[in-house]
Nanobody, 121 residues
């Protein structure tokens, strides 16, 4: 099994910054993709950003130029640096990793518990 622990959420004023972290632990053979999604009240969960094992990134149009995803493979950790935050960024943010627990099994997507980000004055 793989466990994900998120941290870094909170309340911030418009224009402010936050950095989210998500550390994976457990029976990990390898991790390929890592990413962040978010879900605002009354809305569906949506992609925020992803990063491959090789470091290629992909962002939702709404966060391009403001958010940066990165990873530390030695620590099995993915980060989301969020700058110039807007009230529309308010949501629960979820991390995910695509991980193999052994060489013989396919990668499976694991999810974090979610961390609340609130942007308000």
């Amino acid at each position: 099994q793989v466990q994900l622990v998120e941290s870094g959420g909170g309340l911030v004023q418009p224009g402010g910054s936050l950095r989210l972290s998500c550390a994976a632990s457990g029976s990990i053979f390898s991790i390929t993709g890592m990413g962040w999604y978010r879900q605002a009240p009354g809305k569906q969960r949506e992609l925020v950003a992803t990063i491959t094992s090789g470091g290629s990134t992909n962002y939702a149009d709404s966060v391009k130029g403001r958010f940066t995803i990165s990873r530390d493979n030695a620590k099995n950790t993915v980060y989301l640096q969020m700058n110039s935050l807007e009230p529309e960024d308010t949501a629960v943010y979820y991390c995910n990793v695509d991980a193999q627990t052994t060489r013989r099994v396919s990668a499976y997507r694991y999810w974090g518990q979610g961390t609340q980000v609130t942007v308000s004055s």
